[in-house]
């Protein structure tokens, strides 16, 4: 079972910078993949970044070149530093894990999210 927690969410000007951090308590080695989406327009979630356990990254086209996703593998942390921050970038952030069980069963988990807002 894997728990995650978020933060660093908060309220910026256009052109700021936020950085999230998400922690995963539990699945140690089992977790092959960790990730950051926001609500969007939609009714789902769209990708922001994702970062696979050995440190393949995947970035939404809109956030390329001004987001960046790293992980701290020993702990099963990830982060998105963020900058040039666009009123568009509000939303609210989740963090995302995918675990591969001892049933070689994929399970995925959900933070919280963290509210960011870009004002202008």
């Known amino acids: 079972q894997v728990q995650l927690v978020e933060s660093g969410g908060g309220l910026v000007q256009a052109g700021g910078s936020l950085r999230l951090s998400c922690a995963a308590a539990?699945?140690?080695?089992?977790?092959?993949?960790m990730g950051w989406y926001r609500e969007g327009s939609g009714n789902q979630r769209e990708l922001v970044a994702t970062i696979t356990n050995l440190g393949s990254t995947n970035y939404a086209d809109a956030v390329k070149g001004r987001f960046t996703i790293s992980r701290d593998g020993a702990k099963n942390t990830i982060y998105l530093q963020m900058y040039s921050l666009k009123p568009e970038d509000t939303d609210v952030y989740y963090c995302?894990?995918?675990?591969?069980?001892?049933?070689?069963?994929?399970?995925?988990?959900w933070g919280q999210g963290t509210q960011v807002t870009v004002s202008s």
């Open positions: 995302n894990a995918k675990e591969l069980t001892a049933m070689t069963t994929i399970r995925g988990y």
């Open positions: 539990g699945g140690g080695s089992r977790i092959y993949l």
